[in-house]
C-alpha cells in the first residue's frame, strides 16, 4: 500500500540546535531541498544555553596560529575522557572528520576563531592534553543580521552574551563581570551582537537564510514513518494540524538531551530531583521517536566509586 503524503522533501531535519543547523546547512549547501523544524517558538534549543565552545583536536585555525597537535595526542585525551565506556569507531570518526567538518563550515561562511589560553580540562595531568587550540567559538554577529528573524532566535536567561570567550578570559573570567566595560556591553546590547551558543545559531541561521531553507517554529515531530524497513518521513504538527512529511534522503533528528523530561532523567540517571537549566522543550523527542520503532539505546553507566 502506498502512503499519501502531504508534503515531501530531500531531508527532513528535526531540531534547530548546533546539530540540527549544521545538518541542514550541509544538505543545502550541497544541493538538497531542506526542511527544519523546531518544537519551540524560537530556534536554537539547548545550543542558545551553551557556551557554544566546539572541542576539535587538530584544527586549522589553530595551526594557523601555530598551536601544535596531532589527531594521536588528541584521540589520547578521548580515550581518557571516555574512561573505557566510549564506542571506539565514533571516536576516531570524531578524531578523523571533525577538523575536516570545522573547515568545511568555515568555508560554508561561519566566522569560527580559536580560543587561546584555554587548556583541556585535564591538562596537563591527562595523556594528550593540550594548553590550548582545541577549544573554537564563533565570533561577535549581530541578530540583526537576521532580519525578521532576530526575534525568532533565542537568547539564554542564564548566559551573558555580548562577549565571546576569548573576551571573557581577557577580561578576568565571568565571574569578574562586574569589573568589565559597561559602556561597550550597553553598545553590544543595542546592537544585538551575540556570542557563545546564542551567537553560534545566528551564523547558522544567516546561513540557512541566505540558502532560502524553510524554518517552521512551533511545528514539533510526533512519530517517525517507517517504509519498507527504512524511516521514510515523520507526522509533524505545525499551524494547529497534523502532516505527513516524506524525507527523500533523510531524516535528521537532532533535538538534544532529555535535560527537560524528569522521567527520563528519573530513568537514565536515576536523579529524580533533577530541576533542568534548558529550555523545557528539551524532553528526548529523538530517543522516543527512536526508540518507538525498535533503535538500539546505548546508556552509557555511571561510576559512583568516590
Known amino acids: 500500500m502506498t ?5 515531501e522533501t530531500d531531508v527532513l531535519v528535526v531540531g534547530s540546535g548546533c546539530a540540527g543547523c549544521s545538518a541542514a546547512l550541509a544538505a ?3 544541493g538538497l531541498d531542506v526542511l527544519l523544524i523546531e518544537k519551540g517558538n524560537q ?9 557554544g565552545g566546539i572541542w576539535i583536536g587538530e584544527n586549522h585555525l589553530a595551526a594557523a596560529a601555530g598551536m ?3 589527531k594521536n595526542e588528541a584521540a589520547q585525551y578521548l580515550r581518557f575522557l571516555g574512561a573505557g565506556y566510549q564506542i571506539e569507531e565514533n571516536l576516531e570518526a570524531y578524531i578523523e572528520y571533525g577538523p575536516i567538518a570545522l573547515k568545511y563550515f568555515a568555508d560554508c561562511g561561519l566566522k569560527l576563531q580559536v580560543i587561546p589560553n584555554v587548556p583541556d580540562i585535564y591538562y596537563p ?3 594528550g592534553s593540550k ?3 582545541r577549544m573554537v567559538e564563533i565570533a561577535l554577529t549581530s541578530g540583526y543580521d537576521l532580519g525578521e528573524w532576530r526575534e525568532r532566535t533565542m537568547i539564554s536567561p542564564f548566559t551573558v552574551t555580548r562577549a565571546t570567550f576569548d573576551e571573557a578570559v581577557r577580561w578576568g573570567g565571568r565571574g569578574s563581570y562586574s569589573t568589565w566595560d559597561m559602556d561597550l556591553q550597553a553598545e553590544r546590547k543595542r546592537t544585538d551582537m551575540r556570542a557563545l551558543g546564542s551567537g ?18 512551533e511545528s514539533p515531530a510526533e512519530r517517525l514513518i517507517v517504509e519498507n524497513g527504512r524511516v521514510a518521513g515523520a507526522v509533524i504538527r505545525t499551524g494547529g494540524k497534523t502532516r505527513s512529511v516524506r ?9 538534544g538531551g532529555y535535560e527537560s523530561n524528569p522521567d527520563l532523567i528519573k530513568t537514565y540517571e536515576e536523579l529524580p530531583e533533577w530541576e533542568s537549566m534548558f529550555p523545557d522543550t528539551v524532553t528526548g523527542d529523538s530517543l522516543i521517536m527512536a526508540g518507538e520503532i525498535g533503535a538500539k539505546i546505548h546508556v552509557i553507566g555511571k561510576n559512583l566509586a568516590m
Open 68 to 70: 601544535a597537535d596531532t
Open 28 to 30: 543545502a549547501d550541497h
Open 247 to 255: 524525507a527523500r534522503k533523510a531524516v535528521v533528528l537532532s533535538t
Open 3 to 7: 502512503m499519501s503524503w502531504d508534503q
Open 131 to 133: 594548553a590550548q587550540g
Open 43 to 51: 530556534l536554537g534549543g539547548g545550543t542558545t544555553y551553551s557556551t
Open 200 to 217: 553560534l545559531i545566528v551564523a547558522f541561521v544567516q546561513q540557512l537564510l541566505t540558502r532560502n531553507v524553510p524554518m517552521l517554529l
Open 125 to 127: 595531568i591527562a595523556p
